[in-house]
Protein backbone atom coordinates (compact mmCIF):
# COMPACT_ATOMS: atom_id res chain seq x y z
CA UNK A 1 0.00 0.00 0.00
CA UNK A 2 1.07 3.39 -1.08
CA UNK A 3 0.82 6.59 0.70
CA UNK A 4 0.96 10.09 -0.36
CA UNK A 5 2.10 13.26 2.28
CA UNK A 6 3.14 17.03 1.08
CA UNK A 7 7.06 17.72 0.57
CA UNK A 8 6.87 20.18 4.34
CA UNK A 9 4.94 17.53 6.47
CA UNK A 10 7.27 14.67 4.85
CA UNK A 11 10.05 16.68 6.07
CA UNK A 12 9.29 17.34 9.30
CA UNK A 13 7.95 13.57 10.37
CA UNK A 14 10.95 11.94 9.18
CA UNK A 15 13.25 14.65 11.46
CA UNK A 16 10.87 14.06 14.50
CA UNK A 17 9.53 10.87 14.02
CA UNK A 18 12.03 8.68 12.53
CA UNK A 19 11.57 5.54 15.40
CA UNK A 20 7.57 5.76 14.31
CA UNK A 21 8.21 5.21 10.63
CA UNK A 22 10.31 1.97 11.45
CA UNK A 23 7.61 0.60 14.03
CA UNK A 24 5.26 1.71 11.51
CA UNK A 25 6.59 -0.30 8.54
CA UNK A 26 7.38 2.33 6.22
CA UNK A 27 9.77 2.48 3.59
CA UNK A 28 10.77 4.40 0.33
CA UNK A 29 8.54 3.17 -2.98
CA UNK A 30 11.08 3.97 -4.86
CA UNK A 31 14.85 4.54 -4.68
CA UNK A 32 17.72 3.64 -2.42
CA UNK A 33 17.01 3.48 1.39
CA UNK A 34 16.54 7.07 2.66
CA UNK A 35 15.80 8.07 -0.53
CA UNK A 36 12.07 9.41 -0.52
CA UNK A 37 10.55 9.58 -3.45
CA UNK A 38 8.63 13.13 -4.62
CA UNK A 39 6.32 13.39 -7.70
CA UNK A 40 5.55 16.95 -7.84
CA UNK A 41 4.89 18.42 -4.37
CA UNK A 42 4.39 15.00 -2.90
CA UNK A 43 6.20 12.28 -1.45
CA UNK A 44 5.43 8.63 -1.93
CA UNK A 45 6.03 6.06 0.78
CA UNK A 46 5.60 2.07 0.84
CA UNK A 47 3.47 0.99 3.83
CA UNK A 48 1.09 -1.34 5.84
CA UNK A 49 -2.25 -0.51 6.44
CA UNK A 50 -2.13 0.09 10.59
CA UNK A 51 0.90 2.34 9.51
CA UNK A 52 -1.25 4.41 7.33
CA UNK A 53 -3.98 4.58 9.57
CA UNK A 54 -1.54 5.29 12.57
CA UNK A 55 -0.04 8.08 10.21
CA UNK A 56 -3.00 9.71 9.52
CA UNK A 57 -3.70 10.56 12.90
CA UNK A 58 -0.05 12.46 13.02
CA UNK A 59 -0.98 14.93 10.70
CA UNK A 60 -2.95 18.07 9.87
CA UNK A 61 -6.98 17.56 9.68
CA UNK A 62 -6.63 18.95 6.00
CA UNK A 63 -3.54 16.83 5.41
CA UNK A 64 -5.15 13.71 7.04
CA UNK A 65 -8.38 14.42 4.12
CA UNK A 66 -5.74 14.78 1.35
CA UNK A 67 -3.93 11.49 2.20
CA UNK A 68 -7.01 10.02 2.61
CA UNK A 69 -9.01 11.19 -0.48
CA UNK A 70 -5.69 10.22 -2.64
CA UNK A 71 -6.89 6.15 -2.27
CA UNK A 72 -3.39 5.43 -1.25
CA UNK A 73 -1.82 4.66 -4.65
CA UNK A 74 0.49 5.73 -6.43
CA UNK A 75 -0.12 7.81 -9.37
CA UNK A 76 1.76 5.82 -11.97
CA UNK A 77 3.03 1.91 -12.46
CA UNK A 78 4.90 -0.08 -15.38
CA UNK A 79 2.74 -2.30 -17.30
CA UNK A 80 3.88 -5.49 -18.63
CA UNK A 81 3.98 -5.48 -22.19
CA UNK A 82 4.92 -7.93 -24.77
CA UNK A 83 7.99 -7.06 -26.05
CA UNK A 84 7.89 -3.06 -25.06
CA UNK A 85 7.52 -0.99 -21.78
CA UNK A 86 4.00 0.53 -20.80
CA UNK A 87 3.25 3.05 -17.95
CA UNK A 88 -0.29 3.85 -16.78
CA UNK A 89 -0.61 7.03 -14.69
CA UNK A 90 -3.52 8.97 -13.28
CA UNK A 91 -4.54 12.24 -11.93
CA UNK A 92 -7.19 15.04 -10.11
CA UNK A 93 -6.67 16.73 -13.74
CA UNK A 94 -5.55 16.70 -16.94
CA UNK A 95 -2.23 18.35 -16.33
CA UNK A 96 -2.00 15.82 -13.19
CA UNK A 97 -2.09 13.12 -15.59
CA UNK A 98 -0.15 14.12 -18.31
CA UNK A 99 2.62 15.44 -15.61
CA UNK A 100 2.82 11.98 -13.53
CA UNK A 101 2.90 10.11 -17.12
CA UNK A 102 6.20 12.06 -18.09
CA UNK A 103 7.58 10.86 -14.45
CA UNK A 104 6.42 7.03 -14.91
CA UNK A 105 8.14 7.75 -18.37
CA UNK A 106 11.45 8.93 -16.58
CA UNK A 107 11.22 5.74 -14.13
CA UNK A 108 11.62 3.64 -17.51
CA UNK A 109 14.91 5.38 -17.94
CA UNK A 110 16.66 5.70 -14.29
CA UNK A 111 15.54 5.97 -10.87
CA UNK A 112 13.62 9.80 -10.25
CA UNK A 113 14.63 9.31 -6.47
CA UNK A 114 18.13 10.38 -7.56
CA UNK A 115 18.05 13.00 -9.47
CA UNK A 116 18.74 16.40 -8.17
CA UNK A 117 17.02 19.74 -9.36
CA UNK A 118 20.11 21.56 -10.79
CA UNK A 119 18.03 23.37 -13.94
CA UNK A 120 14.75 23.38 -15.19
CA UNK A 121 13.98 23.24 -19.25
CA UNK A 122 10.41 24.73 -20.51
CA UNK A 123 8.29 23.30 -23.22
CA UNK A 124 5.41 23.18 -25.33
CA UNK A 125 3.12 21.09 -28.00
CA UNK A 126 0.02 21.38 -29.71
CA UNK A 127 -1.95 18.81 -31.46
CA UNK A 128 -5.62 18.04 -33.09
CA UNK A 129 -6.42 15.57 -30.57
CA UNK A 130 -5.57 14.73 -27.08
CA UNK A 131 -4.52 11.43 -27.69
CA UNK A 132 -2.22 13.05 -30.43
CA UNK A 133 -1.15 15.88 -27.22
CA UNK A 134 -0.21 13.18 -24.70
CA UNK A 135 2.10 11.25 -27.24
CA UNK A 136 3.89 14.27 -28.03
CA UNK A 137 4.65 15.44 -24.61
CA UNK A 138 5.72 12.31 -23.67
CA UNK A 139 8.01 12.44 -27.07
CA UNK A 140 9.20 15.70 -26.22
CA UNK A 141 10.44 14.51 -23.23
CA UNK A 142 12.44 11.63 -24.82
CA UNK A 143 13.86 14.23 -27.15
CA UNK A 144 14.59 16.53 -24.34
CA UNK A 145 16.82 13.21 -22.82
CA UNK A 146 18.38 12.25 -26.18
CA UNK A 147 19.66 15.37 -27.13
CA UNK A 148 20.08 17.31 -23.60
CA UNK A 149 20.39 14.14 -21.37
CA UNK A 150 18.18 15.32 -18.67
CA UNK A 151 16.36 13.37 -16.75
CA UNK A 152 13.45 13.95 -14.34
CA UNK A 153 13.05 14.85 -10.74
CA UNK A 154 9.75 17.23 -11.39
CA UNK A 155 7.38 17.68 -13.78
CA UNK A 156 4.76 20.55 -13.80
CA UNK A 157 2.12 20.96 -16.58
CA UNK A 158 -0.27 23.94 -16.75
CA UNK A 159 -3.54 22.66 -16.93
CA UNK A 160 -4.61 25.27 -19.83
CA UNK A 161 -5.68 24.02 -22.90
CA UNK A 162 -4.67 20.55 -22.08
CA UNK A 163 -8.15 19.37 -21.89
CA UNK A 164 -9.93 21.73 -23.86
CA UNK A 165 -9.93 22.93 -27.53
CA UNK A 166 -8.62 26.48 -28.15
CA UNK A 167 -8.66 27.62 -31.55
CA UNK A 168 -9.33 24.48 -32.72
CA UNK A 169 -6.01 22.91 -30.79
CA UNK A 170 -5.13 21.45 -28.13
CA UNK A 171 -2.41 22.86 -25.80
CA UNK A 172 0.31 21.74 -23.35
CA UNK A 173 3.17 23.84 -21.66
CA UNK A 174 5.17 22.47 -18.70
CA UNK A 175 8.17 22.26 -17.09
CA UNK A 176 10.64 19.33 -16.37
CA UNK A 177 13.08 19.72 -13.24
CA UNK A 178 16.22 17.59 -12.91
CA UNK A 179 20.09 17.25 -13.75
CA UNK A 180 22.42 15.45 -16.33
CA UNK A 181 22.17 11.88 -16.78
CA UNK A 182 25.07 10.66 -15.29
CA UNK A 183 26.16 7.01 -15.59
CA UNK A 184 28.52 7.49 -12.25
CA UNK A 185 25.26 8.44 -10.36
CA UNK A 186 22.23 7.18 -12.07
CA UNK A 187 20.78 3.96 -13.10
CA UNK A 188 20.49 3.02 -16.45
CA UNK A 189 17.25 1.17 -17.02
CA UNK A 190 15.50 1.05 -20.37
CA UNK A 191 16.50 2.67 -24.00
CA UNK A 192 13.16 4.27 -24.68
CA UNK A 193 12.62 4.76 -28.34
CA UNK A 194 9.22 6.83 -28.84
CA UNK A 195 6.00 6.54 -26.92
CA UNK A 196 3.05 4.87 -29.35
CA UNK A 197 -0.66 4.93 -30.34
CA UNK A 198 -1.02 0.99 -29.51
CA UNK A 199 -3.65 0.72 -27.09
CA UNK A 200 -3.58 4.33 -25.64
CA UNK A 201 -5.39 5.84 -23.20
CA UNK A 202 -6.18 8.94 -22.42
CA UNK A 203 -9.69 10.22 -20.68
CA UNK A 204 -11.47 10.69 -17.64
CA UNK A 205 -12.42 7.91 -15.42
CA UNK A 206 -14.61 8.74 -12.38
CA UNK A 207 -13.06 11.90 -10.91
CA UNK A 208 -9.81 10.94 -11.87
CA UNK A 209 -8.04 11.05 -15.92
CA UNK A 210 -6.32 8.19 -16.63
CA UNK A 211 -3.53 7.38 -19.12
CA UNK A 212 -1.81 3.90 -20.24
CA UNK A 213 0.83 3.88 -23.19
CA UNK A 214 2.97 1.40 -24.54
CA UNK A 215 6.82 2.34 -25.89
CA UNK A 216 9.26 1.16 -28.04
CA UNK A 217 12.52 0.19 -26.64
Request: charged share 25%.
Amino acid sequence: MFIGISNSHAKKLRQRNRLFFRRAGFASAVGSAGSIPQIGNVFWFRASLAGCQALAEKLPLGENKRMRQSSLRMPYQVLDAAGDAGISAEGASCGEALQNAGMALFSLITDPGRVREEESIAFHVDAESRDVLLVRVLNELIFLFDTEDIVASRIEMDDAGACTKQDGVFHASGRIWGERFSSDRHERRLLVKAATYHNLVFAPCGNLWRVEVIFDI
